[in-house]
């Protein structure tokens, strides 16, 4: 889960999801800022997070998957 390094590492190699942490991680960054800054409102971010793709995931397929 969330694509960790040790899914890459076991054998055999296991399917995971990517949650894309890092992209969640600066959307909340720069949502907090900018509203401690004044330059955005809590709705005007909830708007973003509807029209954005960060909170989307992906499913990393590898050796543990059985080919069909």
Not at 10 to 15: A, F, R
Not at 21 to 33: D, G, P, T
Not at 53 to 65: A, F, K, P
């Amino acid at each position: 889960y969330n694509n960790y390094l040790i899914s890459r590492i076991v054998t055999p190699k296991i399917t995971t999801v990517d949650l894309h942490q890092q992209k969640i991680m600066e959307f909340a960054a720069n949502a907090l800022v900018s509203i401690l800054e004044g330059t955005s409102t809590r709705e005007h971010i909830l708007n973003q997070l509807q029209d954005n793709e960060v909170l989307s995931s992906e499913i990393i397929e590898r050796d543990s998957v059985k080919k069909r």
